[in-house]
């Protein structure tokens, strides 16, 4: 193989750009959004700054008819670095038994025997993932309070044991964000032949095969060619390319008008994604303002909240901040116990309004549809309420829940679920891995039925895993570019 054209400049993408080019393969690396110039993305604290902002794709969901008929915003990065440039940077690698079930489902090969000696890999090679940072006062006291309220403290949930209060392991170097732009693809960008701010419309198939992408569309539009073609633009971007490709459910395509190349059932399918939902309080002590390079989030739980769950279906994201939202502001000072729902069995849906690159994806998680779902991510709300009523903030800070508040009782609160969900930015599945019929790609990460075409990153994990989903996406760039290496 000679030449690959990678889509995605993002945690998949760059670690696949890196890596053949290594090893001597013409790489072109196209980002649909541009460098990574805005200084809000160096700066951990400065994180929320980047929403809704120039280098947001700024995706929302279709009416969520379980959240209250919500729309969903769903930040995703549209910058060099993707979603790692917008992200808490939080490093999770899952529970071993995320990637058994993988493999049981059809993934072969990707069992945690497999996958483990990855994640190892990437901890010690080119990505800093650290905790070796100062705890600030108030998180410090969030952890004492979590352990007040019976969590163990675990100091290495990366360690094969998720359960309990942990301070975060992040990718992060000297007070600035890291991730995988700039570890591995920026150190070689003089290598690579690297477009940002051009957005492919589709890939171009001949004979059955997949050899080039178009860039644009109408009059602008342009024809790249290579060997082989890898999408790695994410779990929204990926199946959109696919769809507007011709490679999809059949039915789908004819009703746009799009003619069919691959008829793919599974593509845009299987939908799920990580929720969370607020518990805010304000305290009498004064927090202070974000500090440049602390992230305004440091800690994190697991935890399960039924007893005969084999692994945690929970998982809290603990911040120094009140994180408003779309609730009314309270105060300045305070902190966020933000409950977090982290094994969803709600399954949504991606389809395109129209064929063109103007016509938004139309995205549906079907968030809450699920009864369970809602039943977890209560008792979550419910606990994060008792961790901010201990002593540790309740008297050395003046903690005072005012969302959800007095007024919600706990038996009230999965109507304030409901209400109030928002995304955890953990969407995957939309070109789920396996063999079935409802698979998209194969174990080796090509896409059924179209030779020189892999999707490498979230887009193909069948299941989420229990937790952030950054290091999974960066083990599928890891594995996936051997896969390409290999033949």
Same mark, same amino acid.
């Given at each position: 193989?000679?030449?690959?054209i990678?889509?995605?400049?993002g945690?998949s993408g760059?670690?696949? &750009?890196?890596r053949l080019v290594d090893?001597g393969v013409e790489?072109?690396?196209?980002e649909a959004?541009g460098?990574d110039?805005?200084?809000?993305i160096?700066d ?7 929403w809704h902002?120039?280098?947001d794709?700024?995706f929302?969901t279709v009416?969520q008819?379980?959240a209250?008929?919500r729309?969903?915003?769903l930040?995703?990065?549209k910058v060099t670095?993707g979603s790692?440039?917008?992200?808490a ?5 899952g529970?071993?038994s ?5 493999e049981r489902?059809?993934?072969d090969?990707w ?15 080119l990505?800093p993932?650290t905790d070796?940072y100062?705890?600030?006062?108030i998180q410090?006291s969030?952890i004492d ?9 675990n100091?290495?949930y990366?360690?094969g044991t998720l359960?309990?209060?942990?301070q975060?392991q992040?990718t ?5 964000? &890291?991730n995988?732009w700039?570890t ?5 960008a003089d290598r690579?032949?690297?477009i940002?701010g051009?957005?492919?419309h589709?890939?171009i198939?001949?004979?059955g095969r997949?050899v ?13 060619r ?6 790695s633009?994410? &779990?929204?971007?990926t199946p959109?390319?696919?769809? =507007?490709?011709?490679i ?12 069919v190349v ?13 929720l ?6 304000t305290?009498?002590r004064p927090?202070g303002p974000?500090q440049p ?10 935890? =399960?909240?039924?007893?005969?769950l084999?692994?945690?279906d929970?998982?809290?994201i603990l ?5 408003w939202g779309?609730?009314?502001p309270?105060g ?6 933000m409950a ?6 709600s399954r949504?849906?991606l389809t395109?309004s129209?064929p063109g ?6 995205i549906d998680?079907?968030?809450l &549809?699920d009864?369970r ?8 709300v419910?606990q994060?309420?008792r961790?901010?009523?201990r002593?540790a ?6 903690a005072?829940e005012?969302?959800p508040?007095?007024d919600?009782a706990?038996?009230d609160v999965?109507?304030w679920v409901?209400r109030?969900? @928002?995304t955890?930015h953990h ?9 079935g019929t409802?698979s998209v790609?194969?174990p080796?990460? =090509?896409?059924?039925g @179209?030779?020189?075409? =892999? ?5 193909v994990?069948p299941?989420?895993?229990?937790g952030n989903t950054?290091?999974?996406a960066a083990?599928?760039?890891?594995r996936?570019?051997t896969?390409?290496?290999e033949g």
């Amino acid at each position: 193989m000679g030449s690959v054209i990678i889509v995605g400049a993002g945690t998949s993408g760059a670690i696949v &750009a890196r890596r053949l080019v290594d090893a001597g393969v013409e790489v072109t690396l196209i980002e649909a959004g541009g460098y990574d110039t805005n200084p809000a993305i160096h700066d951990p604290a400065r994180a929320g700054e980047l929403w809704h902002s120039a280098d947001d794709w700024d995706f929302f969901t279709v009416p969520q008819e379980h959240a209250a008929g919500r729309r969903l915003h769903l930040p995703r990065g549209k910058v060099t670095g993707g979603s790692h440039a917008l992200n808490a940077m939080i490093w999770v690698r899952g529970a071993a038994s995320d990637y058994d079930g993988w493999e049981r489902g059809g993934a072969d090969g990707w069992g945690w025997s497999a996958v483990e000696p990855v994640f190892t890999a990437i901890e010690s090679d080119l990505l800093p993932v650290t905790d070796d940072y100062p705890l600030s006062p108030i998180q410090a006291s969030i952890i004492d309070a979590a352990v007040q309220e019976g969590l163990p403290h675990n100091p290495n949930y990366n360690g094969g044991t998720l359960d309990g209060i942990s301070q975060e392991q992040v990718t992060m170097r000297d007070g600035r964000r &890291a991730n995988t732009w700039t570890t591995y693809a920026q150190p070689v960008a003089d290598r690579l032949t690297v477009i940002t701010g051009r957005e492919v419309h589709s890939v171009i198939i001949e004979d059955g095969r997949a050899v080039g992408v178009r860039l644009g569309e109408g009059a602008a539009a342009e024809e790249l060619r290579a060997d082989e073609v890898i999408l790695s633009a994410g &779990a929204i971007g990926t199946p959109v390319i696919l769809l =507007r490709s011709g490679i999809g459910p059949a039915a789908e395509l004819e009703a746009l008008g799009i003619p069919v190349v691959q008829d793919l059932p599974g593509v845009g399918k299987n939908l799920h994604d990580h929720l969370l939902s607020p518990v805010i309080f304000t305290t009498e002590r004064p927090v202070g303002p974000p500090q440049p390079g602390v992230s305004v989030t440091q800690t994190h739980l697991f935890w =399960r909240s039924r007893d005969d769950l084999a692994e945690p279906d929970t998982q809290p994201i603990l911040f120094s901040v009140p994180m408003w939202g779309e609730l009314e502001p309270q105060g300045d000072d305070g902190f966020s116990l933000m409950a977090g729902l982290v094994t969803p069995h709600s399954r949504g849906a991606l389809t395109l309004s129209g064929p063109g690159l103007a016509d938004p994806p139309l995205i549906d998680l079907a968030a809450l &549809a699920d009864d369970r779902d809602v039943a977890s991510l209560a008792a979550s709300v419910r606990q994060c309420r008792r961790i901010g009523a201990r002593p540790a903030l309740a008297e050395e800070w003046g903690a005072v829940e005012v969302y959800p508040g007095p007024d919600v009782a706990d038996a009230d609160v999965e109507d304030w679920v409901r209400r109030t969900a @928002i995304t955890y930015h953990h969407q995957v599945g939309t070109c789920r891995m396996g063999t079935g019929t409802e698979s998209v790609v194969d174990p080796q990460l =090509r896409v059924h039925g @179209i030779p020189g075409l =892999r999707v490498i990153d979230a887009s193909v994990i069948p299941t989420v895993p229990t937790g952030n989903t950054n290091a999974p996406a960066a083990m599928i760039g890891e594995r996936g570019a051997t896969f390409v290496l290999e033949g």
